[in-house]
């Protein structure tokens, strides 16, 4: 009797340590050496505490639905050594140019009727200019926001002005990824730097827009560069609202086809980590889910993972996505339920 009555008091105090760390106040000066010790914690320990930082500041039986459109594919002069898209590596992706603002509206109110809260638009772009081919984005990113979806973006770098121009069109989020950290940047992009990547991120701040940006694993950087990734962004004045996780998409042509398949404990202690240290944020369970069955990917909810993408199409951008059909099913059997707009 004596001793459960002990163990119900140690659990106790656990459960209070625990609850102070889920309703603190959010932190921007994270250090590499507790990014890591976080990551490196024992797994059901480390997804416990993301599970109750998760259940303390977000409705966890909620996921928040994002459609992702291609809506201009291929033939980038960047040479980012993951990406099906470079126009340098041969890859038996489709090229497409801009779609037309018909095709995109159409795209986005099947996507509202399936049940999406977000609507995703990519242009394979090294950088926006300021051309028609904008003119028309600015004209997309107006009819989707009338459709009632939170519109996001992701173009490539962009000025401040480029970013107002786009927040006055009614644009929400943008999309601009770290991809990796600023130490292993240049293994993996030559064609801009780790710096540009900040300054556009800043862009969108300036703009009033609301930021979207995360990484990939499975690059072939260290856990340590996978911290000093996360610790960027947590340090950021204002975290990132969404942080998106993605498990490397292994593309035939590029330079990383060959790379390993990213192991899910890895996905589960990276999610759980970004979600320790950016509590308040969405963090989105990228590509890699058709890699995954439905119990890995329970793994990655629990962690705190509480947004995919999803859509009628199947697809992310050029690599393939679970179908609509199959991500109601595990939704259903999870328990877990679309997110209404957050804005
Ligand atoms: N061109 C723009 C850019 O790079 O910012 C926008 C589109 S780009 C495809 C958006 C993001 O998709 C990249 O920053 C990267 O994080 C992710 N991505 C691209 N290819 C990927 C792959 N093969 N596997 C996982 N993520 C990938
Ligand atoms: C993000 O972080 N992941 C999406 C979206 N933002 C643009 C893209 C994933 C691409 C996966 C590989 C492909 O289909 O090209
Ligand atoms: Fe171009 Fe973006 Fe792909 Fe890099 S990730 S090659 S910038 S489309």
Same mark, same amino acid.
């Given at each position: 009797?004596?001793?459960?009555?002990?163990?119900?008091?140690?659990?106790?105090?656990?459960?209070?340590?625990?609850?102070?760390?889920?309703?603190?106040?959010?932190?921007?000066?994270?250090?590499?050496?507790?990014?890591?010790?976080?990551?490196?914690?024992?797994?059901?320990?480390?997804?416990?505490? *993301?599970?109750?930082?998760?259940?303390?500041?977000?409705?966890?039986?909620?996921?928040?639905?994002?459609?992702?459109?291609?809506?201009?594919?291929?033939?980038?002069?960047?040479?980012?050594?993951?990406?099906?898209?470079?126009?340098?590596?041969?890859?038996?992706?489709?090229?497409?140019?801009?779609?037309?603002?018909?095709?995109?509206?159409?795209?986005?109110?099947?996507?509202?009727?399936?049940?999406?809260?977000?609507?995703?638009?990519?242009?394979?772009?090294?950088?926006?200019?300021?051309?028609?081919?904008? #003119?028309?984005?600015?004209?997309? &990113?107006?009819?989707?926001?009338?459709?009632?979806?939170?519109?996001?973006?992701?173009?490539?770098?962009?000025?401040?002005?480029?970013?107002?121009?786009?927040?006055?069109?009614?644009?929400?989020?943008?999309?601009?990824?770290?991809?990796?950290?600023?130490?292993?940047?240049?293994?993996?992009?030559?064609?801009?730097?780790?710096?540009?990547?900040?300054?556009?991120?800043?862009?969108?701040?300036?703009?009033?827009?609301? &930021?979207?940006?995360?990484?990939?694993?499975?690059?072939?950087?260290?856990?340590? #560069?996978?911290?000093?990734?996360?610790?960027?962004?947590?340090?950021?004045?204002?975290?990132?609202?969404?942080?998106?996780?993605?498990?490397?998409?292994?593309?035939?042509?590029?330079?990383?086809?060959?790379?390993?398949?990213?192991?899910?404990?890895?996905?589960?202690?990276?999610?759980?980590? *970004?979600?320790?240290?950016?509590?308040?944020?969405?963090?989105?369970?990228?590509?890699?889910?058709?890699?995954?069955?439905?119990?890995?990917?329970?793994?990655?909810?629990?962690?705190? *993972?509480?947004?995919?993408?999803?859509?009628?199409?199947?697809?992310?951008?050029?690599?393939?996505?679970?179908?609509?059909?199959? #991500?109601?099913?595990?939704?259903?059997?999870?328990?877990?339920?679309?997110?209404?707009?957050?804005?």
């Amino acid at each position: 009797m004596k001793d459960i009555f002990a163990c119900k008091i140690i659990n106790g105090n656990a459960m209070k340590e625990i609850n102070e760390i889920s309703t603190k106040e959010l932190r921007h000066n994270w250090t590499k050496e507790e990014l890591l010790e976080i990551y490196e914690r024992p797994l059901l320990e480390l997804v416990y505490e *993301a599970a109750t930082v998760h259940h303390t500041w977000h409705k966890a039986n909620e996921v928040q639905l994002s459609t992702l459109l291609s809506v201009k594919t291929g033939g980038c002069p960047e040479d980012c050594s993951y990406c099906g898209q470079a126009a340098r590596y041969h890859t038996d992706i489709q090229v497409q140019s801009l779609l037309s603002t018909a095709t995109v509206l159409a795209h986005a109110r099947q996507a509202k009727d399936n049940g999406a809260s977000r609507f995703c638009m990519a242009a394979a772009w090294r950088e926006v200019r300021d051309n028609r081919d904008f #003119d028309r984005i600015i004209e997309m &990113v107006k009819g989707v926001n009338e459709i009632g979806l939170e519109v996001c973006c992701t173009l490539g770098m962009l000025t401040e002005q480029q970013a107002i121009r786009l927040k006055e069109a009614g644009l929400h989020a943008y999309n601009h990824n770290l991809d990796t950290s600023e130490e292993y940047y240049e293994e993996i992009i030559s064609t801009r730097k780790f710096d540009q990547r900040i300054g556009t991120i800043n862009h969108a701040r300036q703009a009033g827009l609301t &930021v979207c940006s995360g990484g990939i694993i499975g690059l072939g950087e260290t856990h340590a #560069d996978r911290m000093a990734m996360l610790r960027t962004l947590a340090n950021m004045e204002q975290h990132p609202e969404s942080v998106p996780i993605n498990a490397l998409a292994r593309v035939k042509g590029t330079p990383l086809e060959n790379n390993p398949k990213v192991a899910l404990w890895d996905m589960v202690r990276m999610i759980a980590t *970004a979600r320790i240290v950016m509590p308040a944020s969405m963090v989105r369970l990228s590509a890699g889910r058709l890699e995954m069955t439905e119990t890995e990917q329970a793994w990655c909810f629990m962690a705190g *993972a509480n947004s995919i993408f999803t859509g009628e199409r199947e697809t992310l951008l050029v690599t393939p996505n679970p179908s609509i059909v199959d #991500d109601r099913i595990m939704l259903e059997n999870l328990g877990l339920k679309p997110m209404k707009r957050t804005n």
